[in-house]
Nanobody, 120 residues
Framework: QVHLVASGGGLVQPGGSVTLSCAAS????????IGWFRQAPGKGREGVSC???????TYEDFVKGRFTISRVNANNTVFLQMNDLKPEDTAVYYC??????????????WGKGTLVTVST
């Protein structure tokens, strides 16, 4: 049974940093791309970043240079390091399993999200 759980969210001041974790189980993480997504209050879900099974990464323009996605297959975990956070980054962050080893082909399983609030 595929299971994904995002954690690490919380209250962060503008300009601060936080690292989210996505714990995967029920499948071989190394065989799949994993993406991070977010949903801000009153808005739809949007993609943030994705990492292929080979480690190649992609980022949306609004997080380039601030966020870094990485994976440790041996620990069944994908990370999202978030730096220089802005109030507009406030959202529930989710991880999702790609349909294949490569990003950009859709997502079939979503994890439970974690809330990141950027505020003074």
């Amino acid at each position: 049974q595929v299971h994904l759980v995002a954690s690490g969210g919380g209250l962060v001041q503008p300009g601060g940093s936080v690292t989210l974790s996505c714990a995967a189980s029920g499948f071989t993480l190394a065989d799949y791309a994993i993406g991070w997504f977010r949903q801000a209050p009153g808005k739809g879900r949007e993609g943030v970043s994705c990492i292929n099974s080979d480690g190649k990464t992609t980022y949306e323009d609004f997080v380039k240079g601030r966020f870094t996605i990485s994976r440790v297959n041996a620990n069944n975990t994908v990370f999202l390091q978030m730096n220089d956070l802005k109030p507009e980054d406030t959202a529930v962050y989710y991880c999702g399993r790609g349909l294949s080893s490569w990003c950009g082909y859709g997502t079939d399983y979503w994890g439970k999200g974690t809330l990141v609030t950027v505020s003074t």
